[in-house]
């Protein structure tokens, strides 16, 4: 899914990034909160999360405790350690926001792709497309 692995023809690539903001301007969700969701929701932990993706467990819950503030609803149902240890699970809302996040992540990938081959490709000259005139 990450445009940044998928196959490119030519000598030109184009590369975009979404998110999305609160009215302030705060991130609320992107290709960064989906990964830690992901990586939760494998793991079951966000202790295993945080290591697995190189960050900091405050860091990581931080970024989740402010989606969850701005939404005004919970990404993940928490259970607190003891005998049989803790761990979290996704919410409902968390599994549909990753999906819809993940739709409309493909859709902006494949117009701007579609984009970019329709107006700064079909204008460069021949040679720097590695086409040939025919």
């Not at 184009?14 to 989906?34: A, C, H, M």
Request: charged share 30%.
């Amino acid at each position: 899914m990450d445009q940044e692995f998928s196959e490119k023809k030519g000598p030109f690539h184009v590369r975009s990034k979404i998110w999305i903001e609160d009215g302030k301007g705060q991130v609320i969700f992107g290709l960064g909160r989906l990964r830690v969701l992901e990586a939760v929701d494998r793991l079951g932990s966000l202790n295993a999360a945080a290591r697995e993706l190189k960050m900091s467990y405050r860091g990581l819950w931080g970024k989740i405790k402010a989606t969850e503030e701005s939404l005004g609803a919970p990404l993940l149902m928490r259970n607190t350690g003891g005998v049989s240890g803790g761990g979290s699970q996704l919410t409902d809302l968390a599994r549909t926001l990753m999906a819809e996040f993940r739709t409309m992540h493909t859709r902006v990938v494949r117009e701007t792709d579609s984009c970019f081959e329709d107006t700064f490709v079909a204008n460069l000259p021949q040679e720097s497309t590695g086409k040939e005139d025919t």
